[in-house]
């Protein structure tokens, strides 16, 4: 059926129901490398062909779709820096010591009398947790410390 829409349906389409699913399990778990890439590929043939596994020559840039409709672009967002955007919320989550049951048994079994910034990288610890971490890091490195990422968050 997806043959039979023009751009702008299958663009629709995307945008709300594969984009809205994904976006549950976003703000849910760490998504692996390889599913984004998956899914943006399925979304991709989509898009140009109505099919999820034909593909071809792409009339545009999957890069440029990604960008907000004021710079040019179609809206959609980028799945890995969206996934990054809800790994950084619940980083915040625990830095702010959000009263809920994850964060309670975070700060219990991950922080004890620590803070998640300074919590070293356990090989052990599961994906969500390495997932939290490896930003974390990330997020150090690039702001060159813990009290511009703070500020950052903030603002």
Not at 5 to 28: D, H, K, N, T
Not at 93 to 113: A, G, M, N, P
């Amino acid at each position: 059926m997806g043959k039979h829409l023009s751009y702008a349906g299958r663009m629709e389409l995307i945008r709300s129901v594969l984009f809205g699913m994904v976006q549950f399990w976003l703000s849910i778990f760490p998504m692996p490398e390889n599913v984004i890439n998956q899914i943006t590929c399925m979304c991709k043939n989509f898009l140009w062909t109505g099919n999820t596994v034909r593909n071809k020559f792409a009339l545009v840039t999957w890069k440029h779709i990604c960008l907000p409709k004021n710079e040019g672009g179609l809206g959609l967002y980028d799945i890995k820096a969206r996934n990054n955007c809800f790994i950084a919320k619940q980083l915040w989550s625990i830095h702010l010591k959000y009263d809920s049951i994850l964060i309670r048994w975070v700060h219990h079994f991950y922080l004890q009398d620590t803070t998640i910034w300074v919590v070293p990288f356990q090989r052990s610890s599961s994906p969500l947790w390495k997932s939290l971490i490896s930003l974390q890091d990330q997020l150090l490195e690039d702001c060159e410390g813990q009290t511009k990422v703070i500020f950052m968050m903030q603002s």
